[in-house]
Structures are given as C-alpha cells and as structure tokens.
Nanobody, 122 residues
Framework: QVQLVESAGGLVQAGGSLRLSCAAS????????MGWYRQAPGRERTFVAA????????YYADSVKGRFTISRDNAKNTVYLQMNSLQPEDTAIYYC???????????????WGQGTQVVVSS
C-alpha cells in the first residue's frame, strides 16, 4: 500500500527558508526515483524537483533552480526539499511522489498524500 506523508510546511516571509519532508511507503523506496510537486491556488500541479534512487542525480524546474535542493535518506524512507530564498510565487501545496525521469518528470503513481501547505508572505 502506497503511503506518502508530507510535512513541515508553514508560513514564512519572502526570503526565508523551509525544509519539507516526505515519509514514503512505496514498496522498495530506495529503488525509486522520487520527486516533489506543487499546486498553487487555481492552478494545476507542477513538477518542482526530482532525485534519482541513488541520490546521484537531481533535477529542478527552472523556477526553483539555485534556490531549492532535493535530497533523500533511504535508510529513513524520506525525501526532503530544502527551500531557500522563498518568494510569494512559491506559495502552494507541496506533494511528493515517485517520478518518471524519462517522461517529463511525470508522477509514476496516481496516489497523492495530503500535501503540506507553504505560504510565503511579501
């Protein structure tokens, strides 16, 4: 059974930082590429960042490149998203999922957790 639990969102001022966590139960977590996605109010969910199962490759949307860092701890079945220099346009609900690195960073499952809300005030 797939279970994804995102946490550690919150309210932060522009220029601030947050570190999101995603505890995953998706079979053999350590063998899956994982990604973060976000959905802003009134918009579709979009890709944010991805990391290979080895942790050896990371990928980012242009809008977050240089500000966000994705990482993972396979021993804890957890993937992280360190977000620095946050801007109001980063306001969204953030989700994690398995990611298909070979199909435009599409999510590999249709299961979504509850997400974690990030609000950046100006």
């Amino acid at each position: 059974q797939v279970q994804l639990v995102e946490s550690a969102g919150g309210l932060v001022q522009a220029g601030g930082s947050l570190r999101l966590s995603c505890a995953a139960s998706v079979g053999t977590f350590s063998s899956y590429d994982m990604g973060w996605y976000r959905q802003a109010p009134g918009r579709e969910r979009t890709f944010v960042a991805a990391i290979r199962w080895t942790g050896g490759g990371t990928y980012y949307a242009d809008s977050v490149k240089g500000r966000f860092t994705i990482s993972r701890d396979n021993a804890k079945n957890t993937v992280y998203l360190q977000m620095n220099s946050l801007q109001p346009e980063d306001t969204a609900i953030y989700y994690c999922n398995r990611v298909n690195l070979y199909r435009g960073y599409e999510p590999s499952t249709n299961y979504w957790g509850q997400g974690t809300q990030v609000v950046v005030s100006s």
